[in-house]
T-cell receptor
Framework: AQSVTQLGSHVSVSEGALVLLRCNYS??????LFWYVQYPNQGLQLLLK??????LVKGINGFEAEFKKSETSFHLTKPSAHMSDAAEYFC?????????????FGQGTELSVKP | DTGVSQDPRHKITKRGQNVTFRCDPI?????LYWYRQTLGQGPEFLTY????????KSRLLSDRFSAERPKGSFSTLEIQRTEQGDSAMYLC????????????FGPGTRLTVT
């Protein structure tokens, strides 16, 4: 069965520093890939997604992610962290050929940003 | 349209009671999903509808759980004979049909079973 692994349940960076959140998936067939953000007491919001084409995907709020098939990875980065980036981040996949489109999520990474 | 809405936002119930949650999707979305999220974990898929048809249910969904989407618009999720292990955030999402369309999430209903 498809699975998603996010390395590090908690990441702490200083304001202005690089943000790197790691995500690996298990499927031999590359799935569709997503990053969602969840602020306290709110629903999830899509940051970006990869379906096909260019492997470097740009999303909202200055985030981007690169799909690397050889590494089965889809790591999320942001060059310069802002205090407002503090939130929970979830990597998710949706299997190609699964017409239902259900999402399989990683366990999440909580990002803290220090002033 | 203000997005996906869920009601109630919070529900506290005693073990053994039945509870029902409602989800109103974005109006033009024909797909509706239910997920469950426990503390410190990512959301887990429960079930989804395309229009009024329930097309997939997770093995996580015990017989005590039932979901409906009678007119292809809003959906309800009922839990019968609640157990403490049912305590979680129940998230609803909606999307257009297709595997790569964005799922828009509601704010969730937090259930606490005492």
């Amino acid at each position: 069965a498809q699975s998603v692994t996010q390395l590090g349940s908690h990441v702490s960076v200083s304001e202005g520093a690089l943000v790197l959140l790691r995500c690996n998936y298990s499927s031999s067939v590359p799935p569709y890939l997503f990053w969602y953000v969840q602020y306290p007491n709110q629903g999830l919001q899509l940051l970006l997604k990869y379906t096909t084409g260019a492997t470097l995907v740009k999303g909202i709020n200055g985030f981007e992610a690169e799909f690397k098939k050889s590494e089965t990875s889809f790591h999320l980065t942001k060059p310069s962290a802002h205090m407002s980036d503090a939130a929970e981040y979830f990597c998710a996949v949706s299997e190609r050929g699964n017409q239902g489109g259900k999402l399989i999520f990683g366990q999440g990474t909580e990002l803290s940003v220090k002033p | 349209d203000t997005g996906v809405s869920q009601d109630p936002r919070h529900k506290i119930t005693k073990r053994g009671q039945n509870v029902t949650f409602r989800c109103d999707p974005i109006s033009e979305h024909n797909r509706l999903y239910w997920y469950r999220q426990t503390l410190g974990q990512g959301p887990e898929f429960l079930t989804y509808f395309q229009n009024e048809a329930q097309l997939e249910k997770s093995r996580l969904l015990s017989d005590r759980f039932s979901a409906e989407r009678p007119k292809g618009s809003f959906s309800t999720l009922e839990i019968q004979r609640t157990e403490q292990g049912d305590s979680a955030m129940y998230l609803c999402a909606s999307s257009l049909a297709g595997v790569a369309y964005e799922q828009y999430f509601g704010p969730g209903t937090r259930l606490t079973v005492t």
